[in-house]
């Protein structure tokens, strides 16, 4: 991690989004910045890495963000470093993402929040990578231009599939089990 100021965006070709996550600090300095400058959408996702900051460098990640996504006890911290409410965040990102573990999660838009309910687990078995999982539905939902509510809702499913699960990533479906598990979970009114 500590050598990962070292690799530069630049060397990836074709990206459409990216992602600022734990990592080296001179690293996620610099990506974020490259990210910024190639004009590349991404989440600002602090999570461990978040004490090496104070509220002058979150300042700075925000205002080069797309989006940002934090558990509660991290925006906890960034509210405590820069006295900012979800609204402040709002104004330059296109959203703020929170999420609350077992109580679900609120994406925070310039249009208000949306609340998204927790998707229930069959068991609980490890929460090792939960946050991952749901990094990885809210990237699905980007990339794929789907609203709000429809990413977080994949995201929250994402997230419970995989404390189903022993270790970080060791979790497995089809698309077909996952279409048909994000409809018994959230079904339309």
Known sequence: MQQSHLNRVSDAKDIAIGIVAPDGRDGMIQHASQFAEGRIPFIFDPGQGL?????????RFVEQATWVAVNDYEWQLIQHKTGWTESDVVQSVEALIITRGAEGSTIHTKGGPIDIPCAKAQAIVDPTGCGDAYRAGLIHGLLHGLDWETTGRIASLMGAIKIESLGPQNHKFTPAEFQQRLAAAFPRS
């Open 51 to 59: 004490p090496m900051y104070d509220g002058k460098d979150l300042a």
